[in-house]
């Protein structure tokens, strides 16, 4: 059975453009806004959305997602509610996919929240902190139930072991575009990002998709000849930032529809 995400990198292909994947952290600044959110994003056209699990310790989240993920946890938003969020919307808005860290699904049981995603409708999960070595077994779990997992491939990894983890991702590879954490900036020089692809290109056939430092038109079009799919989180969750509800999802809308557009190839 083809998982929802390489359904989605496909039609993107097909269409000839590359794949739009937004990031929102559930519960900022509360659960009613993100579930408007998540239907402006859909609305917009993105093709996936990563639902973020607030978490107390993000190893990978820059100031902007940490801080989205601090407010989510004091409006006591944990991982239950994120899977019932992802339930209600099941079939009416975009894919979604779990972006959440390992203690949490450790804490909650592999086996039930692999069983729980899927109930949900949840297209897979991202684990940043889940080592390739370590990663079998939510892999295997999410696997048997239909769902994918896509992994991260950082700058610094070199290629027999970037080989060794896209062969183990599924829905698609996730490119690290920099080293350190997630946050919005500008990217002065592609050199770098553009040998991390060709390198990835030589070693795997799935599909590519670039996040950490994506934040804009520009990015993604300097981007779209290069891989299959850009992932914009902290610039998104900045637009929104100190709005609620309908006024949130205004600001989604006109921020994502420049990103949709530049998608183009």
Do not use: W
């Amino acid at each position: 059975m083809v998982g929802a995400l390489t359904q989605a990198f496909d039609r993107a292909k097909r269409e000839r453009r590359v794949a739009f994947v937004p990031y929102v952290m559930a519960g900022d600044p509360d659960l009613g806004t993100t579930d408007a959110i998540l239907t402006a994003l859909s609305a917009a056209g993105a093709d996936v959305i990563e639902l973020g699990v607030p978490y107390s310790d993000p190893l990978a989240d820059g100031p902007t997602i940490a801080a989205a993920g601090a407010r989510a946890l004091a409006n006591q938003t944990h991982l239950q509610d994120v899977l019932e969020l992802a339930g209600r919307r099941a079939g009416d808005c975009a894919p979604l996919l779990l972006f959440t860290y390992f203690n949490p699904v450790y804490q909650f049981g592999i086996d039930n929240f692999a069983a729980r995603a899927a109930a949900a409708g949840a297209a897979g999960a991202i684990v940043p902190d889940c080592a390739l070595d370590e990663s079998s077994a939510l892999r295997d779990a999410l696997a048997a139930r239909g769902l994918e997992m896509p992994l991260l491939v950082a700058p610094s990894t070199a290629p027999q072991r970037a080989e060794r983890i896209a062969d183990a991702a599924t829905g698609f590879v996730y490119v690290v575009s920099r080293l350190g954490v997630t946050g919005a900036s500008k990217m002065t020089d592609l050199a770098p990002l553009r040998a991390q692809i060709a390198m990835l290109r030589a070693v795997t056939p799935k599909p590519l998709a670039v996040g950490f430092g994506v934040s804009g038109p520009q990015a993604i079009r300097e981007l779209a000849p290069l891989v299959d799919g850009v992932v914009v989180g902290s610039a998104l969750i900045d637009a929104y930032a100190g709005s609620s509800g309908d006024e949130a999802a205004r600001r989604v809308r006109e921020f994502v529809e420049p990103l949709v557009a530049a998608a183009t190839r």
